[in-house]
Every structure is written in C-alpha cells, then in structure tokens.
C-alpha cells in the first residue's frame, strides 16, 4: 500500500481554506467557519484513505488481478509448398494424410481435394452462386462446410462430395473444426459455438479472452491436441485457446511470413488457413490468394 501522510490530507485542507478566504465576497465569519468544519473533517478524510488502500490491497490478495496476457508462440518455417492463387482459403484441415480446403466468395466457392506437394486440385465441387463459402471440418469421414450469410451448412460424404444433408443455421458462419466429437464455429465474434454435428443444434457457448478481455475477428480454427488455434481476421496472429476458458494462453505473430508473401504477390490478402496433421504432428499455414503454403513447428 502506498503510505499516506499525515501532511498530506492538512496540506489539502490549508490549501481549500485558503482558496476560500481569497474569495472577497465571502464573509470572514464563512471562512472562519469552513476551516473550523475542514479541521474536523481531517481525522475522518485520513480513516477513509486508510480504508481504501487497505481495500486495494485486499483485492489483489483475494486473486482480483488482472489476468496475465498470452505467451509469445514462437515458430519456425520447416517447408513451402505452391498454393492456388485462386483459393481466397476459408478452411484448410488434412484428414487421413489427404489436404482439404473450402473457398470463398460469391461465385467462386468450392471444396476441395488438394495435392500438399504441388497445390493442383484432386478433385472438387462448386457451390451455388448464392453461396459465399466458409470454415470446413471432417468428423467421422462426414465433410461439413459452413456459409457466410446464407445461414446455411452443408454436409458431405467424403469420397466424392456428394451432398446428404443440408442445416439451417442462424449465424454468419467463419471457422469451422471438431474436438473429436462436437463441431467448434466460429462467427466472427468473441465466441466458440458448439453444435452437435447430426443435428447443428447448438450445445454452449464459449466467450474466448485475452488477459481477460474478448478477442474479436475470430475466424479459421484447427484443433490440437486439446487447443483451438485460431486465424484472427485483418490480423496476423493465430491464437491458441484454451476450450475450457476461453484464455488465449499464446499467440503467434505471423507479420513476417505475411510481408514474405505480400513481396512474392501483393494480391495476397490475409493469413487465413491451418491444417494439422494427426498422424505426422506436423501443421501447415497459408492465406487467402497466398502463392505460398508454409510447414511450420510452433515453439513450447
């Protein structure tokens, strides 16, 4: 607690008592008054700036402060791979060994099969014009694929992306991964939405914070062994989250590798995209129209 003196609070009363007489229209009997009134005043003024500090002090004791802030994620670039600079990327995961990745923009949204080493389409499918293409996830060899605006999800079946099941959704839809058993949305907020995935019905909500105020933009999402990692949108950061807090417990700052893609092609826009590999342990990144797809190694 910082020490409050005695010469401080008679200090501020001669200072008032002061500003009082200089008035030259009070009265000598108010003046005289109001600093014999300040003088009493005095012992009770002390007490309570007593108390509060005390009170100060008692708070950060009992845990009340503030949250610390996320660690700095470290990475490093292991390997780079071609990637289509028609692809404003949406989602990116790796399924079974096999890279997929979902497409946005009216007109110009597809799911997609991609060959990791050479960036050339295996095999894909266009969604309707009406459709701005979001977040994909694979869950039980079962494809599903989110919409921006149209408050649509569609399900597919993964060999040849044949549509089987078609959910209204009643959010704008961004990121999309699974924890092994729900689906994780994200819609562009603060907050982690968990669906069941034969229903879409939502199950909870997870508001994320850093050092505990909410993240906004939140967007592309990939779970890893027990975190969300998450695209920040118009940012070059991927947080990594804690699903049962919400605390974004580290960050990564992707700036560099975005200048080096910007260099290679200023039509490039933001880093948007994060695909893990169970089987390798191995985790790749790229952007919306980037040329470039990264293998990257996060630091502990």
């Known amino acids: 607690m910082q020490e409050l003196s005695v010469s401080y ?16 229209n009070l009265s000598p009997y108010f003046c005289v008054k109001s600093i014999s009134f300040m003088k009493k ?75 990791l080493k050479t960036g050339k389409t295996i095999h894909e499918i266009s969604l309707d014009k009406k459709y701005f293409g979001e977040g994909v996830t694979i869950l039980n060899d079962t494809v599903y694929q989110l919409t921006y605006k149209e408050k649509t999800a569609f399900v597919y079946t993964l060999k040849d992306f044949k549509k089987i099941k078609e959910f209204t959704v009643d959010i704008e839809g961004w990121g999309l991964t699974n924890d092994g058993k729900n689906l994780i949305v994200s819609t562009g907020s603060s907050e982690l939405n968990y669906y069941e995935p ?42 990594k989250i804690d699903p049962a807090t919400g605390a974004v417990v580290a960050k990564a700052n992707l700036q560099n590798m975005w200048d080096r893609i910007k260099a290679i092609d200023p039509d490039a826009d933001v880093p948007n995209g994060i695909a893990y590999d169970a089987a390798t342990k191995k985790i790749y990144i790229t952007g919306k129209w980037w040329p470039e797809l990264y293998e990257v190694q996060f630091g502990q």
């Open 9 to 24: 609070f008679s200090d501020s009363v001669l200072s008032l008592a002061k500003a009082l007489t200089s008035q030259s």
């Open 198 to 239: 034969s229903t879409f019905k939502l199950l909870k909500t997870q508001t994320v914070t850093e050092a505990g105020m909410p993240v906004s933009n939140i967007n592309e999402l990939e779970y890893i062994n027990g975190f969300v990692y998450a695209n920040q949108y118009q940012a070059a950061y991927i947080l």
């Open 41 to 115: 005043l005095f012992p009770v003024a002390l007490l309570l700036g007593f108390i509060a500090c005390k009170n100060k002090d008692a708070n950060h004791s009992n845990g009340e402060t503030p949250p610390e802030g996320p660690k700095v994620l470290t990475y490093s670039i292991v390997g780079s791979f071609p990637h289509d600079t028609s692809s404003y990327t949406q989602g990116l995961l790796i399924y079974k060994g096999e890279m997929y990745e979902g497409t946005g923009n009216w007109g110009f949204s597809k799911l997609k099969k991609v060959d």
